[in-house]
T-cell receptor, first 116, second 113 residues
Framework: DTGVSQNPRHKITKRGQNVTFRCDPI?????LYWYRQTLGQGPEFLTY????????KSRLLSDRFSAERPKGSFSTLEIQRTEQGDSAMYLC??????????????FGPGTRLTVT | AQSVSQHNHHVILSEAASLELGCNYS??????LFWYVQYPGQHLQLLLK??????LVKGIKGFEAEFIKSKFSFNLRKPSVQWSDTAEYFC???????????FGAGTRLFVKA
């Protein structure tokens, strides 16, 4: 399967613990996005990478959240000192501006985080 | 504020009925417009997209959407739905730089067989 993969698929953690999620984009894609989706809502943009550079961050991304894409390939999203409000589905997507630069994003299956 | 508004959160139709899902956006600039679909248990996937040219765009599985610039709208249509169209549909706006993406809240469509 050459699509976007995310690990783990599910994570249950206790409040106050740190968690890290990984996203492996489609190999030739240089753009990578992280989103958070809560029940009944559409995905909310968190951050965007072009290659290894983090070019855009939502104000939703508090200082407890950090994302990296060290070599411009896979990315990690870390949440420190988790809170119950962090419980959500975390989605990763990748894209590559080819042809008409239509920015179609390819999504992974998501990591569902439950904070108890 | 930049936003995407989807008119209906839940829609129930019988097979062969026509579908129209409304989407309006608020964004101060040129945008690329998308509809994504999420079938039960599956990833989000692209249904169709508009970035320039003919404002009536066709996507997969018989779906189409019309961009009306004056109304800031990008409504999704299908003349005759099937049970397999049961899914959640998201209207999405992406800025021309491709780095800022705004999703609508989604519309859950249930098609009765």
């Amino acid at each position: 399967d050459t699509g976007v993969s995310q690990n783990p698929r599910h994570k249950i953690t206790k409040r106050g613990q740190n968690v890290t999620f990984r996203c492996d984009p489609i190999s030739e894609h240089n753009r990578l996005y992280w989103y958070r989706q809560t029940l009944g809502q559409g995905p909310e943009f968190l951050t965007y990478f072009q290659n290894e550079a983090q070019l855009e961050k939502s104000r939703l991304l508090s200082d407890r959240f950090s994302a990296e894409r060290p070599k411009g390939s896979f990315s990690t999203l870390e949440i420190q000192r988790t809170e119950q409000g962090d419980s959500a589905m975390y989605l990763c997507a990748s894209s590559s501006p080819t042809g008409g630069a239509t920015y179609e994003q390819y999504f992974g299956p998501g990591t569902r985080l439950t904070v108890t | 504020a930049q936003s995407v508004s989807q008119h209906n959160h839940h829609v129930i139709l019988s097979e062969a009925a026509s579908l129209e899902l409304g989407c309006n956006y608020s964004y101060g600039g040129t945008v690329n417009l998308f509809w994504y679909v999420q079938y039960p248990g599956q990833h989000l996937q692209l249904l169709l997209k508009y970035f320039s040219g003919d404002p009536l765009v066709k996507g997969i599985k018989g779906f189409e959407a019309e961009f009306i610039k004056s109304k800031f709208s990008f409504n999704l249509r299908k003349p005759s739905v099937q049970w397999s169209d049961t899914a959640e549909y998201f209207c999405v706006v992406v800025n021309t730089g491709g780095f800022k993406t705004i999703f609508g809240a989604g519309t859950r469509l249930f098609v009765k067989a």
